[in-house]
């Protein structure tokens, strides 16, 4: 294999049959071996090589024809949405993908498909058999013919739910933390106020019989128990 810079690489390549009708599609893949120290036998076991690391990687992988339908996937694909690779099979990408999501995903995949570009990368959400979502970072990209036309869309999915899982919870702590911070800077000031409503109150000397001594007494005791929520707070 040689490169726009004229460098040779070695690769190991792959053809595989995805579906057997009459236009006999195959799926071709390559692996750099380029720095690897392969001995030569290892090209006669190139098939099952490839076939291992598609059925075994922990990545979902899925392969869609021109018309944007499942032609194959491995069976870590089917395991992220809960179904059998047989089910899979018989759905199409905009079936298992989150309604809010499907728009801007279409649209990616469509400039792939006209040759406006020829790979994209964006988080999604699946919609799983029984109802769940799963968000994954998709990496897709176009398999075009020797003419540039587009003939399969190869899509490789990763699972992230459990980490965006993990990134709210680390947004809602800090959302608390910052409004634990801000209340008790409210409370701090609020205490500082009671404080002087409080002094004042006790510098008010009036005699008993004086039909203001209970409206003072009852302001002295709110300003107390406010005073002690406050302090609460800090």
């Known amino acids: 294999w040689q490169n726009l810079e004229a460098n040779l690489h070695r690769i190991l390549p792959e053809a ?23 001995v030569p036998q290892m090209y006669d076991t190139g098939r099952p090589v490839f076939r291992g690391i598609f059925e075994s990687t922990s990545a979902g992988v899925s ?33 298992i993908t989150h309604p809010d999501d499907l728009p801007a995903e279409q649209a990616l995949v469509d400039q792939v498909r006209s040759g406006a570009r020829d790979r994209f990368s964006h988080p999604k959400r699946y919609l799983r058999a029984d109802g769940q979502t799963v968000w994954v970072e998709l990496s897709f990209a176009a398999v075009r013919d ?25 947004r809602q702590a800090q959302k608390m933390e910052a409004i634990g911070r801000m209340a008790g800077g409210i409370a701090h000031d609020f205490n500082n106020l009671l404080t002087a409503v409080l002094g004042n109150l006790s510098l008010m000397e009036l005699p008993a019989d004086d039909p203001n001594h209970a409206l003072v007494l009852a302001a002295e005791q709110a300003g107390s128990r406010a005073a002690d929520l406050s302090r609460k707070l800090l």
């Open 16 to 38: 595989r049959i995805v579906d057997l009708d009459p236009s006999q599609q195959v799926f071709h893949s390559f692996f750099e071996i380029t720095s690897f120290n392969v």
């Open 63 to 95: 392969l869609t024809d021109a018309d944007g339908l499942f032609v194959s996937c491995n069976p870590a694909f089917a395991a992220m949405l809960g179904r059998t690779v047989d089910e899979v099979l018989r759905l199409s990408p905009a079936l």
């Open 146 to 170: 020797a003419a540039g036309r587009y003939e399969h869309g190869l899509g490789v999915s990763v699972n992230v739910t459990e980490r965006r899982q993990l990134e709210e919870q680390l």
